[in-house]
């Protein structure tokens, strides 16, 4: 599978940005998806990550208020809602995918065969 990631750009403190991950093939409904993070001379973080079946998980307290992952299952895309952004989530966003990942390793990052290219999230203070 080959993942797509757009949606991001320059946004004002309180914005919002929704991010897309695109894949090609028939079968992603049957892949995890998970976005994460990387800020300047920062590690990669996980961010939130859905299931196979649904399942949802975020990163922190903060994000799960905040953020929204979803699955159109149609449009073999996972998009993230990103709400009441602040300067602290500048970073690049990636998404990854893979078959095998369930819900005790949908946080790892080394879990993840399939990445996107990554989307620059910018937000000005």
């Known amino acids: 599978v080959q993942l797509q990631a757009s949606g991001g750009g320059l946004v004002q403190a309180g914005g919002s940005l929704r991010l897309s991950c695109a894949a090609s093939?028939?079968?992603?409904?049957?892949?995890?998806v998970a976005w994460f993070r990387q800020a300047p001379e920062m590690d990669c973080y996980f961010v939130a990550g859905i299931n196979r079946s649904g399942g949802k998980i975020y990163s922190t307290e903060s994000m799960k208020d905040r953020f929204t992952i979803s699955r159109d299952t149609a449009r073999n895309t996972v998009y993230l809602q990103m709400n009441s952004l602040g300067p602290e989530d500048t970073a690049v966003y990636f998404c990854a995918a893979d078959p095998s990942v369930i819900a005790s390793n949908l946080r790892s990052r080394s879990a993840y065969n399939y990445w996107g290219q990554g989307t620059l999230v910018t937000v000005s203070s």
């Open positions: 093939g028939r079968t992603f409904s049957r892949y995890a």
